[in-house]
């Protein structure tokens, strides 16, 4: 089944959500991405329609990030979850705030939806080949604002391997760092391009 990024962001939810959180932005990204990422997230899509990014931040404006295992050394982000089909989106956000921290909320708000179409790439010049088919991704943002307890995966197939309490003006420093992964290889840079947008979202947001 082929999806598009409307299917994964309906218009009924967003209402829905604006009505429990307020109005809240949404942006559209086209990242270029080689074959064997599209292979890779369009699989994803029979798992998951999309997921949930972490935004926690101490009174002091400081925010989680963490790294995992696989990672390369030095990266690390703010942390996500994935979003099963049927699931309602603030389900999503409480279960996998539980599983990637053992932390509850009962103030979040929702920054913003990032919805992204994932194209090919023309091996020659690098272009985006407008003739093959795009995914689609999304990402919803929320913050959980004045944190005080430290986190605890639950889950230990995430592989986390640290936390940190990092600056929120360090979330320029990581979306530069998931930019240039291209240096590492092309599949690691896919994910860092893709992943560096939310970071610069999080950092210009207001809150």
Same mark, same amino acid.
Request: aromatic letters at 10%; zero cysteines.
């Given at each position: 089944?082929?999806?598009?990024?409307?299917?994964?962001?309906?218009?009924?939810?967003?209402?829905?959500?604006?009505?429990?959180?307020?109005?809240?932005?949404?942006?559209?990204?086209?990242?270029?991405?080689?074959?064997?990422?599209?292979?890779?997230? =369009?699989?994803?899509?029979?798992?998951?329609?999309?997921?949930?990014?972490?935004?926690?931040?101490?009174?002091?404006?400081?925010?989680?990030?963490?790294?995992?295992?696989?990672?390369?050394?030095?990266?690390? =982000?703010?942390?996500?979850?994935?979003?099963?089909?049927?699931?309602?989106?603030?389900?999503? /956000?409480?279960?996998?705030? /539980?599983?990637?921290?053992?932390?509850?909320?009962?103030?979040?708000?929702?920054?913003?939806?990032?919805?992204?179409?994932?194209?090919?790439?023309?091996?020659?010049?690098?272009?985006?080949?407008?003739?093959?088919?795009?995914?689609?991704?999304?990402?919803?943002?929320?913050?959980?604002?004045?944190?005080?307890?430290?986190?605890?995966?639950?889950?230990?197939?995430?592989?986390?391997?640290?936390?940190?309490?990092?600056?929120?003006?360090?979330?320029?420093?990581?979306?530069?760092?998931?930019?240039?992964?291209?240096?590492?290889?092309?599949?690691?840079?896919?994910?860092?391009?893709?992943?560096?947008?939310?970071?610069?979202?999080?950092?210009?947001?207001? /809150?």
């Amino acid at each position: 089944m082929i999806h598009t990024l409307a299917d994964l962001m309906p218009q009924s939810e967003l209402a829905a959500l604006r009505n429990r959180y307020g109005d809240f932005p949404i942006l559209t990204h086209r990242i270029k991405m080689g074959p064997d990422s599209l292979k890779e997230y =369009r699989s994803q899509l029979k798992r998951r329609r999309g997921e949930i990014l972490l935004v926690l931040s101490r009174p002091t404006g400081e925010v989680l990030m963490h790294t995992k295992v696989f990672y390369p050394q030095g990266v690390y =982000r703010l942390p996500t979850g994935g979003i099963d089909w049927n699931e309602p989106v603030p389900d999503a /956000w409480h279960r996998e705030l /539980w599983e990637e921290t053992q932390l509850k909320s009962s103030s979040e708000r929702l920054l913003g939806v990032i919805g992204y179409e994932f194209v090919g790439y023309s091996a020659a010049d690098g272009t985006a080949d407008e003739t093959a088919d795009s995914v689609p991704f999304v990402t919803y943002v929320f913050q959980q604002p004045d944190v005080v307890g430290d986190p605890i995966p639950l889950d230990e197939s995430e592989q986390i391997s640290d936390f940190q309490w990092q600056p929120r003006a360090d979330l320029k420093l990581a979306a530069a760092n998931l930019s240039g992964l291209d240096r590492i290889s092309s599949e690691k840079g896919d994910w860092g391009r893709f992943r560096a947008v939310a970071h610069d979202f999080v950092h210009d947001a207001p /809150w």
